[in-house]
């Protein structure tokens, strides 16, 4: 038989098979169809004997073993293949029925695969990554890699005693994608890919669309099922498709799961996470008691350092293992749905880390990331930027995002340093880094990845939310891409959040030299639908907190908060805030530990939630905050030229005039009664909130009774009321007109009002991210 057999070896590709080089393993392993017979081989090292079994007739054949170290060969008569398995004697005694992972054929489809390539299959993780599927009636798992520059990939794990040798995956032509279908396997199963490269270097690495993944520091890839889940939040995803975010509510409060709560084993000693089906309820229930209308989760997309908050990618398609599986995680946003609350997702798509595991130099060449260090590597950072003009690149990008939302449900993506992407001189000086075409600093690429981004997803999933971490002035973030915007639906106000915190550290004596900072952010509210935010990165790296950012005695710091976070609700725009900061903690934010809840044992920051809460509230049953965000008519300046007493008087309106808010905030510490202000309407002006009340820690400078309006000239307007403003305070008043009034007069805006905010018009970058 050995003598049959010989001659239809194909000895030099056997010999590459046999140092690790082969990358199509499939033509000399499995079963071909000769002129003597059926010949059927198979390359398993440490086995010492091999039977084939005919599956139909249950015959079995020895097979011969052709070479040392585990190439064995069966010459079965027959001109049709046969569907077998084989009966393996390994070298330690043990027996197994396995099937051979070499007698099937390709399974990926060619259209699939020529999509991906170029840059278009949206659904790029359905087709690589590892698949639990069934071929031939056998159960087993498909994998697929893109890694074009490989000398020769294969999928090792506990299953193959992670011996690169045993299973060689079969390159797809010149896609790059390289497949095998191993019978089997379960989920559960840990994998990477060992990568054979140029110059003989051996490489393990994570699937980069890998569902799962062990927790760090580990970091091979977990076989798992992701269509298992039964999802109970119909309801929610009709409601949302239906729903216009521009005229509702939307108070975002910021999570670090980690950071949330987690279990405590003694006083500030903490033992791990809470799983995602523990904190949900956790978390839900805090927040819609507060009157939040979503969540924001910083990422929680696989990553294996603590300390990056998850804005180091390695895992884009993993939740992390940190607080359970996949499923958890889908039973998290499932749950928030069903209470109510909207899931907004952090993602990364600037930057990922140089981990030896991850993407970095993946296939031996710079795959994911620019060749060009000037064009690939981010100094601040000490990251790899992506090469968006890469279609393969693009297309794992924009696939993940839709992968999270349509697989994950969440209901909009925040993209993180997103002027990190649109600027190639970002963070860099002169000589590091590379002009584009027409010599300019604007990524074309990056701009051309985020039009593509934002029209599909809108295409597929028009209930989704985009949302841009934008820190210049980049124009049309937010304007659509048929008006050469970049088709986001929101962009953080970074201008804002830096001015108002700016001004807001004054001393009160002080702040009427900057009053120009507190009314600038007017100047350009409509150039972008903007989120007001107070994120995470105001509270870190000695940043202080926010009740650690306000100035003067403890007393006065609570009451500049709540003045603080006031003038930000009755600012035009959509609000986010940090968790933590709504009870007034005082340290910044620590991944490592729980917020300080013990805090609600002090009257004062109890005080601070109560009155956060209370504001929430006011914001979402009042339209006249939120209804007319994005439209000038939805604002009106009463008085914005009271530097001397750091006053300002503004409305926020919807069509309905019934429904007009007058709002007003003095950021000194000087009480004012029987101060006069101009009112829009003749009525009857009624307080339905203020600061400074007593339940919220203030000195009760309230106006518990109506104001009638008086045909007294002030602020421009025919009309007016005295009122008393309390210290470092925040005062709402709504209006009841007589039937059949005529609203009071406007007069023109005072010219000093415009001197006071006129700044220069260049780009303004401000940079936050100090640990991204």
Known sequence: MYEQIYPLMQWPQIEALMYSEHDIPHQILGQRITEEGILITAYIPTAVRIIVKNIKTNKEYPMIMMEDGGYFAALIPG?????????????????????????????????????????????????????????????????????????????????????????PMRRLGESGIHELFIPDLIEGEKYKYEIKIKGDTI?????????FSEVRPKSASIIYDIDKYSWTDDQWLAKCRKTDTNKVPMLIYEVHLGGFKRPAVSEGEYAGFYNYRELAPMIAS????????????????????????????????????????????????????????GVIFDWVPAHFPRDLSGLAVFDGTCLYEHADPRQGSHPHWGTLIYNYGRPEVSNFLIANALYWVEQYHVDGIRIDAVASMLYLDYGKD???????????????????????????????????????????????????????????????????????????????????????????SMIYAYSE????????????????????????????????????????????????????QEFAQLAEFSEAKSLDWGLLEVAENLQMQSYVKALNHLYQSNPAFYKFDFEPEGFEWINNISANESIVVFLRKTKIADETLLIVCNFDTVSHTNYKIGVPFIGKYKEIFNSDALVYGGSDAINPRLKQSKKSECDGRENSINITV???????????????????????????????????????????????
């Open 430 to 520: 002169d000589g590091e880094w590379v002009a584009n075409i027409y010599g300019g600093n604007e990524n074309l690429e990056a701009i051309e990845f985020f039009k593509h981004l934002n029209s599909i997803m809108k295409r597929r999933n028009k209930r989704a939310v985009m949302i841009a971490e934008e820190s210049t002035a980049w124009p049309k973030i937010t304007h659509p891409i048929s008006e050469d915007g970049l088709g986001f639906d929101y962009k953080w106000n970074m201008g804002w959040m830096n001015d108002f915190l700016k001004y807001m550290q004054e001393d009160p004596l002080a702040r009427s030299y900057h009053y120009g900072e507190l009314l600038f």
């Open 726 to 772: 309390p210290p470092l305070g925040m005062s709402v008043f709504t209006c009841t007109k007589p039937k059949k009034t005529q609203p009071s007069k406007k007069a023109p805006l005072n010219k000093s009002a415009s001197e006071l905010v006129e700044r220069k018009h260049s780009v303004r970058t401000i940079t936050t991210k100090d640990n991204k």
């Open 529 to 580: 639908k903007f989120v007001l935010v107070l994120s995470h990165d105001e509270v870190v790296h000695g940043k202080g907190s926010m009740l650690g950012k306000m100035p003067g005695t403890m007393t006065e710091k609570f009451a500049n908060l709540r003045t603080a976070y006031g003038f930000m609700m009755a600012h035009p725009g959509k609000k986010l805030l940090f968790m933590g």
């Open 286 to 341: 805090y927040v819609k008691e507060m009157g939040y209308t979503h969540i924001e989760l910083m990422p929680i997309m696989e990553h294996p350092l603590d300390e990056s908050w998850g804005y180091q990618v390695t895992g884009y398609y993993a939740p992390t293992s940190r607080y359970g599986n996949p499923d958890d995680f889908m039973y998290f946003v499932d749950y928030m749905h069903n209470q109510g609350i």
């Open 203 to 211: 490489v393990l690495k994570s699937d980069p669309y890998g569902f």
């Open 79 to 167: 001109k049709r293949k046969i569907k077998y398995a084989f009966i393996v004697e390994y070298d330690n005694g043990f027996i197994a029925e396995v099937e051979d992972p070499y007698a099937f054929d390709v399974i990926l489809q060619p259209d699939d695969i020529k999509k991906f390539n170029s840059g278009i299959n949206y659904e790029a993780y359905r087709i690589l990554g590892a698949h639990l599927m069934e071929v031939d009636e056998v159960r087993g798992v498909h994998f697929a890699v893109w890694a074009p520059e490989a000398i020769r990939v294969s999928v090792v794990g506990d299953f193959n005693l992670w011996d690169g040798r045993r299973h």
